[in-house]
Nanobody, 117 residues
Framework: QVQLVESGGGLVQAGGSLRLSCAAS??????????MGWYRQAPGKQRELVAA???????NYADSVKGRFIISRDNAKNTVYLQMNALKPEDTAVYYC?????????WGQGTQVTVSS
């Protein structure tokens, strides 16, 4: 069993930055997972993909965050990061870390990000 633990959420003013972290409880999970991703869910909305990084290092982003958010991975620390810059009020949501092994999805408990205008 693998646990993903997010941290780094909080309250920030529009235009500010936050860095989210997702640490895996099992050694080398981040390195071996097919894809690691960040999703978010705002009140009354469906959960959506924000950014993802493959085992090979390829990344993809939701159009709404391109140029502002950066996903990265530190295999030595078994941690995935989401650097969020130029935050907007519409970025307010609970952000979830996801790890996909090909046969199973793992989810973190989520971390709240609130952007005030």
């Amino acid at each position: 069993q693998v646990q993903l633990v997010e941290s780094g959420g909080g309250l920030v003013q529009a235009g500010g930055s936050l860095r989210l972290s997702c640490a895996a409880s099992r050694s080398i999970f981040i390195f071996t997972a097919n894809t690691m991703g960040w999703y978010r869910q705002a009140p009354g909305k469906q959960r959506e993909l924000v950014a993802a990084i493959t085992r090979g290092g390829s990344t993809n982003y939701a159009d709404s965050v391109k140029g502002r958010f950066i996903i990265s991975r530190d295999n030595a620390k078994n941690t995935v990061y989401l650097q969020m810059n130029a935050l907007k009020p519409e970025d307010t949501a609970v952000y979830y870390c996801n790890g996909n092994t090909g046969s199973r999805d793992y989810w973190g408990q989520g971390t709240q990000v609130t952007v005030s205008s």
